[in-house]
């Protein structure tokens, strides 16, 4: 497979960032770029580095106006490297498979001339109406070793590990609970959630009291209940003592719901 050239490269990053930026405006590629003397650009910038198939570091910055917007909404200031990881995540995983790390917010000129001291690196300018919105940049790092895929660990399954805990020399039952004890004080987080939706960042700044958010659940569905983001349950919404409860009506067992005994 051939590789592609840095521009080549960026230009890709660069048109699969577009739709996750919080620019309203519709942007275009302007000219691959390795130095920063050719863009005539102030903003502010989030970097990040990324790992997997291949590894490398992702730049998008935005202009300073937008970084200036984003902290005086009507929700509050928003950090800008939240705000710009969709776009992040987006341009690097054009070069495949690969898991983009924290973002860190610089100003654009020592990002981006950090960015392009690396080999093979290049920066791409959006623009509306001729004018410089937003760059992402893009560095992908010398192809390595493959890497030898991690063997698959094989668990056993309820009934092997019943016959363990009941063979000579197995674990025991008592051996088995307290085990499970030590787990006992073990915080999780339990959250009901009663719906999600996706909003770009331009429609959270439109947000104002008395706005309505559309969820992805008719009225009158049930609940989730997650236990550290896992779907474990899902139920009625009641009130306890003038506090929001949740009863259980199903359960998750496996990849099926099981109805709750009543």
Same mark, same amino acid.
């Given at each position: 497979?051939?590789?592609p050239?840095?521009a080549? +490269?960026?230009?890709?990053?660069?048109?699969?960032?577009?739709?996750?930026?919080?620019?309203?405006?519709?942007?275009?590629?302007?000219?691959?770029?390795?130095?920063?003397?050719?863009?005539?650009?102030?903003?502010?910038?989030?970097?990040?580095?990324?790992?997997?198939?291949?590894?490398?570091?992702?730049?998008?910055?935005?202009?300073?106006?937008?970084?200036? +917007?984003?902290?005086?909404?009507?929700?509050?200031?928003?950090?800008?490297?939240?705000?710009?990881?969709?776009?992040?995540?987006?341009?690097?995983?054009?070069?495949g498979?690969?898991?983009?790390?924290? *973002?860190?917010?610089?100003d654009?000129?020592p990002?981006?001339?950090?960015?392009?001291?690396?080999?093979?690196?290049?920066?791409?300018?959006?623009?509306?109406?001729?004018?410089?919105?937003?760059?992402?940049?893009?560095?992908?790092?010398?192809?390595?070793?493959?890497a030898?895929?991690?063997?698959?660990?094989?668990?056993?399954?309820?009934?092997?590990?019943?016959?363990?805990?009941?063979?000579?020399?197995?674990?025991?039952?008592?051996?088995?609970?307290?085990?499970?004890?030590?787990?006992?004080?073990?915080?999780?987080?339990?959250?009901?959630?009663?719906?999600?939706?996706?909003?770009?960042?331009?429609?959270?700044?439109?947000?104002?009291?008395?706005?309505?958010?559309?969820?992805?659940?008719?009225?009158?569905?049930?609940?989730?209940?997650?236990?550290?983001?896992?779907?474990?349950?899902?139920?009625?919404?009641?009130?306890?003592?003038?506090?929001? *409860?949740?009863?259980?009506?199903?359960?998750?067992?496996?990849?099926?719901?099981?109805?709750?005994?009543?």
């Open positions: 497979m051939t590789t050239s840095p080549d +490269a960026v230009r890709q990053a660069a048109l699969a960032a577009i739709a996750a930026l919080p620019i309203a405006e519709p942007l275009t590629l302007g000219e691959p770029v390795t130095h920063t003397a050719a863009l005539d650009f102030d903003g502010v910038a989030v970097t990040a580095r990324f790992t997997g198939g291949t590894g490398g570091e992702v730049v998008v910055a935005v202009e300073r106006a937008v970084s200036e +917007a984003l902290q005086g909404s009507a929700l509050g200031s928003l950090d800008l490297g939240s705000a710009l990881a969709p776009a992040l995540a987006a341009a690097a995983g054009t070069v498979t690969v898991q983009t790390g924290p *973002g860190q917010v610089l654009v000129r990002a981006l001339d950090a960015l392009l001291s690396k080999p093979g690196a290049a920066v791409v300018p959006l623009l509306h109406q001729g004018v410089v919105r937003a760059v992402v940049g893009l560095a992908v790092a010398a192809s390595a070793a493959p030898v895929a991690p063997t698959t660990p094989l668990y056993p399954t309820l009934e092997e590990a019943r016959a363990t805990a009941a063979a000579p020399g197995g674990m025991g039952a008592q051996q088995i609970r307290r085990g499970l004890d030590l787990l006992r004080d073990v915080h999780m987080e339990v959250t009901a959630q009663i719906g999600a939706t996706r909003m770009t960042v331009n429609e959270l700044l439109t947000l104002t009291d008395g706005a309505v958010v559309e969820l992805d659940r008719a009225a009158g569905a049930p609940a989730d209940l997650l236990v550290n983001g896992h779907l474990i349950a899902r139920g009625e919404v009641v009130v306890v003592d003038e506090n929001f *409860g949740l009863r259980i009506t199903e359960i998750v067992v496996g990849d099926e719901m099981v109805s709750a005994p009543a």
